[in-house]
């Protein structure tokens, strides 16, 4: 399993957070909750620019984040800082289910895995501290380092990846300095995913014991180190010149500026004062390639989806199978797609089609378990007992402009299934906060990017999709809270793959409270000087440190 | 100014107290004397009439996603092109004028309305309940405006009551102070003097005698204000706490399209135009009324 | 004048008590948990509690509103939640983008609004007067959004130029960057306000015009211009003044629309971020700012008042 080499052929990954943040930032919203950000896809991960180039070193690469910061603590922090500490402080390594035959190592450089639960890592030898004001040695970082981490990780009820360690009970041991063993209390499918998210950093311990402030300040034995912190403006990352993998990285810095205007943000772009840009649509990102031959065009898929949640613990319709299935066959989803996202996007079912393995065939889904037939919505209504229709309410985050287009065709496809819609517009933190609390009766949600399919199905199960019955209780169906356990308890992969797509086959028998509709792509461009950005490989791109400017 | 950024009152040295006389005037010599007046209200009326009239006048459903393709050009299908959903932007611009004039009336009415009541009140009873008053109002007047309504939309959530209040609210400190103005000097002159000589109740002074002196002053001041209210209302879609959609409002429509690209011309321009063309109207329209109520000048 | 000067300090005090008070409890009637919102999606309801704990949430609004008053006057601004700043760096940081903005767009505001109005009085009902006066109406009308929109992306589309985005120019650091940065924003906040201004200025001279003393002056034969210039800016000018220090003091809490387009790390974005974040702190905080701002200016332009008209007299 361990691939010592690819550090030898040297990273980088763009780290996009997710469309609907962007767009929802755009008008102003400036609060995220992405956990992981970053969305790309094909299995091994293109790289701008030729390898039989030789890199130049130095240079600063001008990044852009479209929200404002919410700080770059590592346990904390969960939208933009979630694409700048991956880069300061080390993970054990860094793996995906978006791309899911590679893994990075870092901070270990060996995983054997003596059972099914149990992970034995073998620390890498001087993983060296980057040097910094904060209490910190230069030292080596160790499995103690590790152990400190994740115990307060567990501690701190807010952690990022506190509730995964909690959930399965798993415990951390440092053997000794140089052997890190992670055990979990059952078999957990995603172990290697959660522990190679880029949010599970690990920090040094001094920080720990110290209790440092971290959300504006930070270094770690990672590429870089946080020289500046401006809220509202920038945030800069220098390069870390006691980094174990030299003469990586050759950037002196990188620098995310928030620009939260799209306007504003192109206009950066076309004066070179950026370098990364995220069009709204594959038409754009062509459009800016025709006017300046000197961009880049990346398309990525996306890990992100928008849905549509019913609750029937407050709309008791939604108890009849007939009405979920009727409100299901009402959705016309390649009209989403050709409206919304100019054609460029395929279909959504339970697990979104960009994690390849996972999803059902579109074919599958489109025929046989979210086709689209307003008859058969209408025939479904008639013989649930409604046949001059039905009346529902749905709430929906405003101002998003991604939501604010899918309300209009959502209604038009509901109206003509004989579906009425009272309309709850409410403001995002309302919104966020009603749905946590599940009250609704139905909602417009927007779903943070899943680069595994544990949460997609998570939504249908009894515990809902953190396992404390926030936002949803699912089907409340034992054979679906059943069928989900085994999937994402299967350790391996080819089994693993079957179990998945056997519980989203299930669930569609239940016919399901959750809808997804569609999933799109990132459209990236960069300008033609930056080199060996990785693109296709989900937030798996924070994990490389290779990428220079060729200027 | 129109940056609702800076603040919601009308420019105050110009609203001098208009006298109620002198109004028979005849309607050829208005467009002589008021060419830009009478243009002004020809806009508004133009807009008044397709906002009414708007299921009649819009050759699409407001909402109609099938409409067209999305992003379509001008063409004689689509005069104004299509938005990003396929939707006809000259039926969105004619549904708009509904939202536009509504925001506007509704607001600026409830808040003058309150706004003159406060006004009168505190200019006629004087001391310490007027100073009070004028302390908060001066607050009020000076806090910026954006800021100010976007507490009041966080606090009460978008929808278009709560945007219609908000403004209206917005509104009150600098009409009230416009007001009182006026009435600290119809105070003095000898019609109030009298009434009171006479063992007119103050109830009776403030609405019999004060009340049509001041509600000249009020209209004027109204028109003006109409038109910001529709930038108001603009800034707030600009922010995303307008009107929330899919509801046509000229504002978030704006800010859809210039928060979408590839640039879209038509998709901006139309609903922008129609703020710019409701706003000028209305500014233009005010001039005039306050060149015909305030004598002092008139003709000069 | 001094007795009626701390007459209005003490006003200004209750003044500034009632309207923090209503913020605080306006920004407590929203109904959203800022504890759900720093958290995010994955948190559970023990982490909300928590949080909600930690912050002061869970106490009766009146006893939060008195740890804040408290903490104040111990001098310290207090630390945000969420962003772990320190409220009171956070302003003074961003106080020279809003000064600077401030001072460049009071300038332009003048320069165009004043002059203009002038020529606009001077010339009644001639063709210039015309001209200007329409021009200003469709400065009235036009959303600034929608401008500032176009002033940075048309040279962006066509030259491959912007104004420096999303960093702080100093102005001593760099002048020729740093009025990159603030004029064009600048330009568009004083040519809207200019409209306003010379508008009033037009009309408010027009009145001093016809005064009788202008025609006393007149009579005794000075000649236009003087009498112009000596007599009636002079007076004509306290209206304009009034709305002026509105200006500056709406402009002192920040201009949020214009400082979002440019980029400017203003203390209009600062407040309208925190509003968006639930920020509560820092939007109570700086709508203080604001009231004590305001109150002051309001003072300072009764002032000026007495200077310029020396009929008005305070006692």
Redesign the interface.
Known sequence: MSNGNYWNDIFWRRMSRRRLLQ?GA??????????ACGDSGQEEGAQQGGESEEAKPGGRLQY?SSV?F??VDPFRS??AGTAIYPRVYNSLLRATAAAADTRVFDLAQELEQPDEVTYVFKIRPSVKMAPNSLGAPERDLDANDALASYEYAKSV??S?HG?FIKQYNVTFQAQDASTFIVKTDGPYAWTLERLGSPIACIVPREFIQNNV?L??QGAGGNAFFIRAY?????VSVDRNPNYWNQPLPYLEGIDY????????W???L?????HYYS???S??AE?LVR??GRLVYIKDPSYSYVSFIMNPDVDPQYRDPRIRRAISRAINRE?FI???A?GDARPSGVVHWSLTDYALPEEELNERYQPFDVNEAKQLLREAGHPNGITIRMMYP??Q?TI??Y???L??QFQAAGIQVQ?E???F??W??RY?QRDYASSLSLN?VYETPETPLNWHISVGP???G?YTRGLQDPEVDAAVRKANTTLDVEQRIEAVKEAQRLIYSKDPLMLNIYTSYSNILLWNFVKNYRSGIGTLTLAYNDIWLDR | MASSDTVLIPELGAAAVPRGRGRGRRVLSLVRKQPLGVFGLAVILVLAVAGLAAPWLAPYEVNDIGAGQPLEGMSWAHPFGTDSSGRDMLSRVIYGARISLAVGFLSVIGGTAIATAIGIFSGYVGGWVDNVIQRVADTLIAFPALIFLLILVTVLGPSMRNVILVIGIGIIPGVSRVVRGAVLSEKQNQYVEAARALGASTPRILFRHLLPNVAALAIVIMTTLLGTAILAEASLSFLGLGIPPPNPSWGADVNAARNSFPIHIPWAFFPGAAISLTVLGFNFLGDALRDLFDPRLRGR | MQAYIIRRLMAAVVTVFVLSLAVFWLLRLIPTDPAVLILGMNATDEQVQGLRHEMGLDKPILQQYLDWMQQLLTGNLGRSFVTHSDVGDEILSRLPVTLELLALTVAFTVLFGIPFGIISAVYQNSLLDYGVRVVAVFGLSIPTFWLATLVILVPAQQWGYSPPIAQTVGLLEDPWDNLRQFVPPALILGLTAAAGIMRLTRSSLLEVLRQDYIRTARAKGLQERLVILRHGLKNSLVPVVTVLGLQVAGLLGGTVIIESIFTLRGLGQYTFEALFRRDFLVVQTMALYIAVVVVLMNLLVDILYAWLDPRIRYS
């Open positions: 767009t755009a008008a102003g919203i400036g609060l995220g909750i992405a956990a852009v404002n919410d700080g969960i939208a009820p807010e990022n509730a402030d959300k504006q401006r809220d509202g403006e920038v500026r928030v620009i939260t205007d799209r306007a504003t192109r206009a950066a076309l004066s070179q004062q950026v069009a709204e649509n038409r754009e459009d006017q300046q009209e050709n409206t919304i100019l405003t101002p402009p604010d287009r309300v209009p065709v209604l038009s309309q517009p409410v403001d933190a309302t966020l906060n946590r943070q953190i396992g404390d926030s």
